[in-house]
């Protein structure tokens, strides 16, 4: 069975850093896209960026500049270094991974991410 294990949220103060991963387990199957997502309270789901499996990303417009995803294809792991973070930064982020040969794709659990003023 796939899991999604998220680590790394917390409380942090505005202009702080944080660095979230992602462990995916259980699949037979090579991870294709790996992605960040977040939502807040009365908030849709929104993208905060995605990675290939060859590296390419793309990053919502608010989180250009501040925020940098990465991967680790041997430990199927993915990364979120979050800089100069925000009071709207504040959300559950959730990890999402994308299985192309049998096109599924799995979320994680969730990690909160809170960002006092």
């Known amino acids: 069975q796939v899991q999604l294990v998220e680590s790394g949220g917390g409380l942090v103060q505005a202009g702080g850093s944080l660095r979230l991963s992602c462990v995916v387990s259980?699949?037979?199957?090579?991870?294709?896209?790996m992605g960040w997502y977040r939502q807040a309270p009365g908030n849709q789901r929104e993208l905060v960026a995605v990675i290939t499996s060859g590296g390419v990303t793309n990053y919502a417009d608010s989180v250009k500049g501040r925020f940098t995803i990465s991967r680790d294809n041997a430990k199927n792991t993915v990364y979120l270094q979050m800089n100069s973070l925000k009071p709207e930064d504040t959300a559950v982020y959730v990890c999402?991974?994308?299985?192309?040969?049998?096109?599924?794709?799995?979320w994680g659990q969730g990690t909160q991410v809170t960002v006092s003023s």
């Open positions: 999402n991974a994308r299985f192309q040969a049998i096109l599924r794709a799995y």
């Open positions: 259980g699949s037979a199957f090579r991870v294709n896209d």
